[in-house]
T-cell receptor
Framework: SQKIEQNSEALNIQEGKTATLTCNYT??????LQWYRQDPGRGPVFLLL?????KEKRKERLKVTFDTTLKQSLFHITASQPADSATYLC??????????FGTGTRLQVFP | DSGVTQTPKHLITATGQRVTLRCSPR?????VYWYQQSLDQGLQFLIQ???????AKGNILERFSAQQFPDLHSELNLSSLELGDSALYFC??????????????FGNGTRLTVT
């Protein structure tokens, strides 16, 4: 069955460092992938979309890569700030009618 | 503010009861999605509507049903409630039925507590 895996353990990093979050998927071939941010008690907020023919996408301090051979996407936040602390969700998309999310990785940036 | 409105914000009810959750999508969005998020699970896709028609179904229980009305607002009906139905229920909307160029915009959810 289709599976999306994100690090279940929280990622703790120091302010100013680069945070790297991983999203692995198995048993399907998504045409594109979305990343969302979710704060406690709030709905997810869309951050970035990357297509299978794009190796890398950037938006301000965010960078996403998409390796269809490894079946993996990496999400990077450079010069991280405490305000970046949140849970980050990936959603590889094959069937355009559904958006299935990974369980998310909680990022904690400390001063 | 995403522009997606969900009511009520909180709902406390007893087992066996029936509740209705309401969602108003962003202005201009035709697609509505419903998700359930429990403490020990991630976001679980329930169902999607596009312009009044059901488009996709996820792991939605038979006790749950939804619809999208002509004015595009949507309602999620949960019946014969069980303790395990306690969760955050999110509604999201998008412009089109394809997610490629139309990401989801989420409301802030309805927190359902079944006692």
């Amino acid at each position: 069955s289709q599976k999306i895996e994100q690090n279940s353990e929280a990622l703790n990093i120091q302010e100013g460092k680069t945070a790297t979050l991983t999203c692995n998927y198995t048993n399907y071939s998504p045409a594109y992938l979305q990343w969302y941010r979710q704060d406690p008690g709030r709905g997810p907020v869309f951050l970035l979309l990357i297509r299978e023919n794009e190796k890398e996408k950037r938006k301000e301090r965010l960078k996403v890569t998409f390796d269809t051979t490894l079946k993996q996407s990496l999400f990077h936040i450079t010069a991280s700030q405490p305000a970046d602390s949140a849970t980050y969700l990936c959603a590889p998309i094959m069937n355009t009618d559904k958006l299935i999310f990974g369980t998310g990785t909680r990022l904690q940036v400390f001063p | 503010d995403s522009g997606v409105t969900q009511t009520p914000k909180h709902l406390i009810t007893a087992t066996g009861q029936r509740v209705t959750l309401r969602c108003s999508p962003r202005s201009g969005d035709l697609s509505v999605y419903w998700y359930q998020q429990s403490l020990d699970q991630g976001l679980q896709f329930l169902i999607q509507y596009y312009n009044g028609e059901e488009r996709a179904k996820g792991n939605i229980l038979e006790r749950f049903s939804a619809q999208q009305f002509p004015d595009l607002h949507s309602e999620l009906n949960l019946s014969s409630l069980e303790l395990g139905d306690s969760a955050l229920y999110f509604c999201a909307s998008s412009v089109r039925d394809s997610l490629e160029n139309s990401p989801l915009h989420f409301g802030n959810g309805t927190r359902l507590t079944v006692t």
